[in-house]
């Protein structure tokens, strides 16, 4: 017997003696991911409705779109990636960059939190005994690799580049002859700025961007201006996991907006 | 206006316990340790309990409320339902002596494993001098008034007691952080010592320490994340640690 059930400790029978829910946010966190985990993954491979020429507006979960597989018009940096095929099928674009947002999202601190907590069960919440009979935490593979986060912190950076860009270029609206003009605002517009400014917040508050800036340093009064950028960044980082949830939502929304666009379900509408 | 309170209180030692069953007058306004003491003084005179300042400040009457880590002194009877029942126990972390006192003494060890700061040597004391910007980082760290709640909820050591040898714990990860932060202290491997030797990379960053802080000292994100980041500089980030070698210095100045 181990923990709570150690010879030494008080003999309580009860993995834990709380009577409010602490279950429920833990079955919350699993249904929700689950369900991102599910649509994220049935879009990434449909390899199609991702990208809508005519109101300028391309999914988040393609761009950008680096496969020569991608539509005509949706690449916007060139198409580096050659077509593949496994099994017969093409590799979707998606999954050429869905790696990164992927892999920045898993080590993030508060994800960890998250799922450790509500898929693991380690602890399922405070003071509530864990299943497993061993731990050894984030010492050995692959939890380790938990300390690749800054890595994913950089690429999701330049990520947010692309989906800035993609918001303003969706500020765009063709003439009856196909000329682009700007100065037009669509809710796909808004849509897409929205996920590009949540995703901003969302990086700029992570833990590793903070420690970045001006955290490493030992000596805040010798680097005034990156204690500055510290302590902005340290009010963000207080709403991380608010960020964390809201860009997710975010992400998910803005491609389920473009999908429905570009299958021709619904019209993007254009306020002006 | 007073009421009588339904509460569950563990009574035992290291060999045997359980939780019995009291009726105790409790009046308003009154905290956990309020009532704890009524029914020492009313009903059961050998219980043992261990507090001292009933201000939320020593750290003495930690003890578990309803399944929650807690400070009893702290711990509003309002904050209960009439009809429910309160369960006191003593903390689970630990080996109990008697009744709701435990041997936190683990604590103690571990901090003596951690090195003392280290004053630079072309300093004589009182010529050391710090910005204010500086201080106040660390500031927050030395509110902890060591009632180890934090380390009594933190699963690592509550739920794996073998963890115990190479684990030092939340509280002792503020301390180790409140010291790499120091711009004076010249021991420069705390990095790597909190990693090997203090078991920083057990952490699975589940804030439950933050959670039931009753100092509210953000643990993780100000103590433990800026530590494991420090530590990722010093041992898992190749660019961090060429980039020390060519500028020849820490990284962290």
């Not at chain 1, 309580?12 to 833990?26: G, M």
């Not at chain 1, 994220?40 to 020569?68: H, M, Q, V, W």
């Not at chain 1, 860009?165 to 037009?184: E, K, N, T, Y």
Request: charged share 20%; proline share 4%; glycine share 6%.
């Amino acid at each position: 017997m181990s923990g709570v059930f150690s010879a030494n400790r008080a003999k309580i029978s009860e993995r834990t003696l709380r009577t409010d829910r602490w279950w429920l946010q833990p079955a919350f966190i699993v249904l929700v991911l689950s369900s991102f985990i599910v649509y994220a993954t049935f879009r990434a491979f449909e390899n199609d409705n991702y990208f809508s020429g005519a109101n300028s507006l391309i999914s988040p979960f393609y761009s950008p779109c680096l496969s020569k597989a991608c539509v005509e018009g949706a690449s916007m940096v060139g198409t580096p990636i050659g077509i593949l095929h496994i099994f017969g099928a093409t590799v979707s674009p998606s999954l050429f960059i869905l790696l990164f947002p992927l892999g920045f999202r898993l080590t993030c601190y508060y994800y960890r939190k998250g799922y450790y907590r509500s898929f693991w069960m380690s602890p399922p919440a405070c003071a509530v005994a864990e299943p497993h009979k061993t731990y050894t935490g984030e010492t050995r593979a692959p939890l380790i690799l938990q300390n690749s986060h800054r890595y994913f912190f950089f690429a999701g950076l330049v990520l947010n580049v692309f989906l800035t860009i993609d918001a303003v270029l969706a500020f765009r609206r063709p003439d009856s002859s196909g000329q682009m003009h700007w100065g037009h605002v669509s809710v796909g517009s808004l849509v897409l700025l929205a996920n590009a400014t949540f995703l901003w917040l969302y990086s700029l508050s992570c833990h590793t961007c903070r420690h970045t800036i001006g955290g490493r340093l030992r000596n805040f009064s010798k680097h005034p201006v990156r204690y500055r950028a510290w302590t902005y960044v340290s009010i963000l980082n207080h709403k991380h996991q608010n960020f964390a949830w809201i860009s997710l939502f975010g992400v998910a929304f803005a491609d389920f907006y473009v999908r429905l666009v570009s299958s021709g379900s619904i019209s993007n509408f254009f306020f002006f | 206006m007073a009421r009588n309170l339904n509460m569950r209180i563990w009574r035992g030692n290291a060999t045997d316990g359980g939780l019995e069953n009291v009726v105790v007058e409790a009046n308003e306004g009154e905290v956990v340790l309020d009532v704890i003491h009524r029914v020492q003084a009313t009903q059961m005179g050998d219980l043992a309990v261990r507090w001292n300042c009933k201000a939320g400040k020593c750290g003495s009457c930690s003890m578990e409320i309803n399944g929650r880590p807690r400070l009893a002194c702290m711990t509003q009877i309002s904050s209960f339902a009439e009809e429910e029942t309160i369960t006191v126990t003593p903390l689970r972390a630990f080996p109990v002596i008697k009744d709701l006192v435990t041997d936190v003494s683990f604590n103690y060890r571990k901090a003596m494993e951690v090195p003392a700061y280290a004053h630079p040597t072309n300093l004589a004391p009182g010529e050391a001098r710090m910005e204010q910007v500086d201080v106040e980082r660390s500031q927050e760290f030395r509110k902890c008034i060591e009632c180890f709640l934090c380390q009594d909820t933190c699963h690592v050591i509550r739920d794996h007691e073998e963890n115990k040898k190479s684990f030092a714990g939340p509280r002792f990860f503020i301390r180790i952080a409140e010291l790499d932060m120091h711009p004076l202290d010249t021991l420069r491997n705390r990095k790597q010592t909190a990693q090997t030797e203090h078991g920083l990379g057990m952490c699975n960053i589940t804030k439950c320490c933050s959670e039931v802080c009753p100092e509210h000292i953000r643990i993780t994100d100000n103590a433990i994340i800026p530590m494991k980041e420090r530590v990722v500089d010093v041992k898992y980030d190749p660019l961090a640690w060429l980039g020390s070698k060519i500028f020849k210095r820490e990284g962290i100045v």
